[in-house]
Each structure stands twice: as structure tokens, then as C-alpha cells.
């Protein structure tokens, strides 16, 4: 491998994980309300608002994602 491969990623796995961190942040920022909220009750988007049927799939992607990490 080259000296500025992720070689050391390779060789210890949990030097590349963030959930632990991330949870910490959503935890230390009072985000979980915040997101469940956002996943049961959309802020509408768009420019007025009214785009979609009231859902952001990216948005309900990204969220559950920290939810489930």
C-alpha cells in the first residue's frame, strides 16, 4: 500500500468509526427531539413550501440514519 492510503483504517477498523461520536453530539445537542419530530411532523420545503406530498426522502434518509447509528 502507499504511504497515504488509508492502511491504517485497514488495519484497525474502529479507528474509522463515528457513531460514537455522533451519538454523543445528538445527545449533547438535544437533537433526538429535534429529529423525531422532523421524521413524524416534515418542515415543508420547497419554494412555497409546498413541494412534494410533504416529504423530504432525503431528508427522512438522512435522519434515520442517525436514529439507527
Given amino acids: 500500500m502507499h504511504p497515504n492510503s488509508h492502511a491504517s483504517m485497514v488495519a484497525d477498523l474502529t479507528s474509522a468509526d463515528t457513531a ?3 451519538l454523543r453530539a445528538v445527545r449533547a445537542h438535544g437533537l433526538l427531539p429535534v429529529i423525531v419530530r422532523e421524521l ?10 409546498d413541494e412534494g406530498d410533504g416529504c ?10 442517525c436514529v439507527s447509528a
Fill in 20 to 22: 460514537p461520536g455522533g
Fill in 40 to 49: 413524524t411532523e416534515p418542515t415543508p420545503y420547497g419554494p412555497d413550501g
Fill in 56 to 65: 423530504d426522502a432525503d431528508l427522512e434518509e438522512k435522519l434515520m440514519r
